[in-house]
């Protein structure tokens, strides 16, 4: 997916960013001592607020202020930007003349892409003088969509960026990426939020829901609120709470399996987060199944997971966990990348789990 969610909370009139304090410190570092980048890469583990940040760093260096000085004076330390903000509110929305979002357009795409096309829209985006403000920004959520002739289009404008243009990449994955992109930009490594900064994130985006659920999911979510996000919208979380009470069960129930799967791991771009989501949650079941096998000190499960980690744990040797583990993050990889039914593979994993069937 790409990295959307809401790492951002509002206090006093104004919106800031929800850690990331040494990605935030470069940025405004850099513009501030008249050095910065023309592209920047922001890695680190999907959901946890990449993209959001970025959208945050292209809101502020968009922000109409009377005085220039108070946007990039040297006493300037985040991206705290006012609600009111003309600028502030037309990137958030799209509608900025001078800022360029792209990513992934579901309609009649079954890959996910993001294409050619849209990358090739940059240039004459980016070549353009800014309308309203010192710069044209572009965000790319995220680079991991873009296949290699993306790439390669996307090289030629890194290699001769127009003036006063910034570019934002995200990157989940940044070790799959040319060699030649992240030269050309300046790479950051964004971390994982801690709890209670997750839960905050959660709070603001529902905050009528339910404080256990808060919880849970940002329990699951390992500290990417944008991850516990995608889980929750798309039913992944509440599927996965259905597959974890079905592995418990002492005799594969076939037909509810194959039920569920059909839900959790449905296709096309529609079904995509719900197919990811049930990726992440199988791979941290089989890793906290492995490490409990083995008597290490693993993540705290979440308590409907305990009798699913259990069973697991009695099936099998911390040995067949750790290779069954591996197998599946592999093949559930070349399945989404070949784009074969993944119900049915998600079906396969859960029977092989079931009937004793790990070699």
């Not at 005085?67 to 600028?87: Q, T």
């Not at 572009?138 to 006063?164: C, F, Q, T, W, Y």
């Not at 992440?280 to 009798?307: H, I, K, M, Q, Y």
Request: with cysteine.
């Amino acid at each position: 997916m790409g990295d959307a969610d809401n790492n951002h909370e509002k206090i006093a009139g104004s919106t800031t960013v929800v850690g990331h304090s040494d990605f935030v410190e470069s940025f405004v570092t850099s513009m501030t001592r008249g050095r910065m980048h023309h592209a920047w890469l922001l890695t680190g583990p999907s959901g946890i607020g990449k993209a959001t940040v970025a959208r945050f760093a292209a809101a502020w260096l968009l922000s109409e202020r009377a005085n220039a000085k108070d946007l990039f004076g040297a006493e300037v330390a985040d991206f705290s930007v006012s609600l009111d903000n003309p600028a502030f509110k037309l990137v958030f929305n799209g509608a900025h003349p001078d800022y360029l979002a792209i990513a992934p357009v579901l309609d009649d795409n079954r890959s996910g892409q993001i294409k050619i096309d849209q990358i090739r829209a940059m240039v004459p985006f980016m070549a353009h003088k800014p309308a309203r403000g010192r710069f044209r920004v572009a965000v790319i959520d995220s680079m991991d969509e873009v296949n290699r002739n993306g790439a390669n289009a996307m090289l030629k404008l890194l290699e001769e960026p127009p003036e006063n243009s910034i570019i934002l990449l995200i990157s989940s994955c940044p070790g799959q990426l040319p060699p030649t992109i992240r030269s050309r930009c300046r790479v950051v490594r964004l971390s994982a939020l801690d709890a209670r900064s997750c839960q905050d994130v959660l709070t603001k985006k529902w905050p009528d829901a339910d404080v256990k659920q808060i919880d849970l999911l940002s329990q699951l979510c390992a500290g990417a609120p944008g991850r516990a996000i995608s889980l929750a919208d798309s039913g992944a979380a509440d599927c996965y709470q259905v597959a974890c009470s079905l592995l418990a069960q002492s005799k594969p129930d076939v037909s509810a399996m194959a039920s569920l799967t059909g839900k959790w791991g449905r296709g096309a771009a529609a079904g995509r987060l719900s197919r990811e989501g049930a990726a992440f949650c199988l791979d941290r079941l089989l890793r906290l199944a492995a490490l409990t096998a083995c008597g290490r000190n693993a993540s705290v499960p979440c308590d409907f997971e305990v009798p699913a980690i259990r069973v697991l744990c009695d099936r099998y040797s911390s040995t067949q966990l750790a290779v069954f583990h591996g197998e599946f993050l592999r093949d559930s990889a070349r399945a989404e990348g070949l784009h074969i039914d993944f119900s049915q593979f998600l079906l396969r994993q859960m029977i092989k789990l079931s009937e004793k069937t790990l070699p």
